[in-house]
Nanobody, 127 residues
Framework: QVQLVESGGGSVQAGGSLRLSCAAS????????MAWFRQAPGKQREAVAT?????????YYSASGKGRFTISHDNAKNMVNLQLDSLKSEDTAIYYC???????????????????WGQGTQVTVSS
């Protein structure tokens, strides 16, 4: 069973950057779909970005994250990262790392298609 631990959250001003990290233990992330979700108060959890760690080139970004967020992974270190640039106040949320299907990522990454979750890390962006 894989355990996921996020880090790197914090408070920044609008326009700033943060780099979130997700460290996996207990099992590998290789050949799995890895994702970053976020959940703001009163809103549903939504996918921000996904990456298939088998080839690393298959990625998904939400409309809100495209062009500003970059997902990356390191199979050797069993880690997934999310670079957040040009942050806006509406990016304020708890960000979660998740592991999903083996061998592919769904076209529409819904929370129910991911089996393992971290505890989340808070990102607060002030305007």
């Amino acid at each position: 069973q894989v355990q996921l631990v996020e880090s790197g959250g914090g408070s920044v001003q609008a326009g700033g950057s943060l780099r979130l990290s997700c460290a996996a233990s207990g099992d590998t992330i290789k050949w799995y779909c890895m994702a970053w979700f976020r959940q703001a108060p009163g809103k549903q959890r939504e996918a921000v970005a996904t990456v298939y760690t088998g080839d690393g080139s298959s990625t998904y970004y939400s409309a809100s994250g495209k062009g500003r967020f970059t997902i990356s992974h390191d199979n050797a270190k069993n880690m997934v990262n999310l670079q957040l640039d040009s942050l806006k106040s509406e990016d304020t949320a708890i960000y979660y790392c998740a592991r999903g299907f083996q061998y592919y990522c769904p076209v529409t990454p819904l929370p129910g298609t991911f089996q393992y979750w971290g505890q989340g890390t808070q990102v607060t962006v002030s305007s």
